[in-house]
């Protein structure tokens, strides 16, 4: 399996225009989580997913961001329009709830970063 | 004013020591916890689990000890090796879907 993809990988943007993060988990995989990491405030969970159904986006910084799950192998999440303090590394993560754990052990991409000039 | 980062607790060992990597949660329902190494440039991989219901696991070269009446965690890993260098991160959860992630510990092994 090649894992959670994530694309793009860096994107620099000007504030004001729309970005739009994009995920492939991995099949099979029922939930997706979407983290971003900064140093101010470490790993966040924004939003996650289970069989494409948005379950808690309380994480969601405001308006300007949204995330959308259209099928079981696609995520989006958008930020419009973009700010400079949205500059980040975006995690999408994967995971199915293991059948010996009862939990779920997410399986991270590599991330995309963002800078919002 | 001057906004501040996160202070990552930092840990430098010399290659072939034992490293101890600490981390305090801080939902004493949290009933199920996980360790993430962080590459730079990467996303956090698996290391090792634990359910409340234990105190200690073992992996390979890796030790999980979870004190939960001080809402306690670490990881032991023997032998540190050049390629252990990361951060370190543990996680918390209480569903067993959401998780939440400590501030990370950077391990420098010193070769």
């Known amino acids: 399996d090649a894992g959670v993809i994530q694309s793009p990988r860096h994107e620099v943007t000007e504030m004001g225009q729309e970005v739009t993060l994009r995920c492939k988990p991995i099949s099979g995989h029922d939930y997706l989580f979407w983290y971003r990491q900064t140093m101010m405030r470490g790993l966040e969970l924004l939003i996650y997913f289970n069989n494409n159904v948005p379950i808690d986006d309380s994480g969601m910084p405001e308006d300007r961001f949204s995330a959308k799950m259209p099928n079981a192998s696609f995520s989006t999440l958008k930020i419009q329009p973009s700010e400079p303090r949205d500059s980040a590394v975006y995690f999408c993560?994967?995971?199915?709830?293991?059948?010996?754990?009862?939990?779920?052990?997410?399986?991270f991409g590599a991330g995309s970063r963002l800078t919002v000039l | 004013g001057e906004s501040v980062g996160l202070h990552l607790p930092t840990l430098s060992v010399q290659e072939g020591d034992n490293s101890i990597i600490n981390c305090a949660y801080s939902?004493?329902?949290?009933?199920?916890f996980i360790w993430y190494k962080q590459e730079s440039g990467k996303g956090p991989q698996f290391i090792i689990d634990?359910?409340?219901?234990?105190d200690k696991r073992q992996g390979q070269r890796v030790t999980v000890l979870l004190n939960k009446t001080v809402k306690h965690l670490s990881l032991q890993i023997a032998a540190t090796q050049p390629g252990d260098s990361a951060v370190y991160f543990c996680a918390e959860s209480r569903t067993g879907n959401q998780f939440y992630f400590g501030t990370g510990t950077s391990l420098t092994v010193i070769p």
């Open positions: 993560a994967s995971s199915r709830v293991g059948r010996r754990s009862g939990a779920n052990v997410l399986t």
């Open positions: 634990i359910r409340s219901n234990m």
């Open positions: 939902n004493s329902a949290s009933d199920y």
